[in-house]
Protein backbone atom coordinates (compact mmCIF):
# COMPACT_ATOMS: atom_id res chain seq x y z
CA UNK A 1 0.00 0.00 0.00
CA UNK A 2 1.03 3.48 -1.03
CA UNK A 3 1.77 5.95 2.16
CA UNK A 4 -0.92 8.22 2.11
CA UNK A 5 -0.10 12.28 2.77
CA UNK A 6 -3.22 12.89 4.29
CA UNK A 7 -6.50 11.81 5.75
CA UNK A 8 -8.80 10.79 2.63
CA UNK A 9 -12.37 11.54 2.63
CA UNK A 10 -15.08 8.79 2.67
CA UNK A 11 -16.47 9.73 -0.70
CA UNK A 12 -13.18 10.42 -2.20
CA UNK A 13 -12.40 6.91 -1.62
CA UNK A 14 -16.24 5.58 -2.46
CA UNK A 15 -15.78 6.97 -5.82
CA UNK A 16 -11.83 5.60 -6.16
CA UNK A 17 -13.24 2.39 -5.21
CA UNK A 18 -16.13 3.16 -8.13
CA UNK A 19 -18.61 2.38 -5.25
CA UNK A 20 -20.69 4.83 -6.45
CA UNK A 21 -20.52 8.02 -8.99
CA UNK A 22 -19.46 10.94 -7.98
CA UNK A 23 -23.25 12.42 -8.78
CA UNK A 24 -24.26 9.71 -6.30
CA UNK A 25 -21.80 11.55 -3.98
CA UNK A 26 -22.78 14.90 -4.58
CA UNK A 27 -26.29 14.00 -4.20
CA UNK A 28 -25.94 12.53 -0.88
CA UNK A 29 -23.43 15.57 0.22
CA UNK A 30 -26.69 17.87 -0.43
CA UNK A 31 -28.67 15.59 1.54
CA UNK A 32 -26.67 15.51 4.72
CA UNK A 33 -26.02 19.71 4.33
CA UNK A 34 -29.50 20.31 4.38
CA UNK A 35 -30.09 18.08 7.37
CA UNK A 36 -27.13 19.61 9.24
CA UNK A 37 -29.61 22.65 9.22
CA UNK A 38 -32.20 20.75 10.97
CA UNK A 39 -29.95 20.02 13.66
CA UNK A 40 -28.97 16.50 12.28
CA UNK A 41 -25.26 15.48 12.07
CA UNK A 42 -25.40 12.07 10.08
CA UNK A 43 -22.27 10.03 8.39
CA UNK A 44 -22.24 10.15 4.82
CA UNK A 45 -21.89 6.71 4.45
CA UNK A 46 -24.90 5.99 6.71
CA UNK A 47 -27.24 8.82 4.21
CA UNK A 48 -25.86 7.58 1.13
CA UNK A 49 -27.18 3.92 2.51
CA UNK A 50 -30.29 5.40 3.06
CA UNK A 51 -30.30 7.23 -0.34
CA UNK A 52 -29.80 3.05 -1.49
CA UNK A 53 -26.27 4.21 -3.94
CA UNK A 54 -23.76 2.09 -1.13
CA UNK A 55 -24.62 -0.83 0.75
CA UNK A 56 -23.34 -1.45 4.29
CA UNK A 57 -20.38 -3.81 2.69
CA UNK A 58 -19.06 -0.36 0.54
CA UNK A 59 -19.24 1.54 3.73
CA UNK A 60 -17.15 -1.07 5.73
CA UNK A 61 -14.88 -1.48 3.14
CA UNK A 62 -14.09 2.38 3.18
CA UNK A 63 -13.83 3.02 6.36
CA UNK A 64 -11.34 -0.05 6.46
CA UNK A 65 -9.09 1.66 3.90
CA UNK A 66 -9.60 4.52 6.01
CA UNK A 67 -8.25 3.19 9.15
CA UNK A 68 -5.61 1.53 7.01
CA UNK A 69 -4.27 4.75 5.77
CA UNK A 70 -4.62 6.53 9.20
CA UNK A 71 -2.57 4.11 10.23
CA UNK A 72 0.51 4.20 7.70
CA UNK A 73 -0.09 7.82 8.69
CA UNK A 74 0.77 7.51 12.76
CA UNK A 75 3.29 4.60 11.68
CA UNK A 76 5.24 6.98 9.28
CA UNK A 77 4.42 10.38 10.30
CA UNK A 78 3.99 13.57 8.07
CA UNK A 79 7.09 14.10 5.52
Avoid at 14 to 27: G, K, N, T, W, Y
Avoid at 30 to 59: F, P
Wanted: charged share 35%; glycine share 8%.
Amino acid sequence: MEKPKKRRMFGEIAIEQAFCSREQLEHGLRKQSSEKGNGSERYIGTVMQELGHLTAWHVDKILAIQKDEERLLLDIGPE
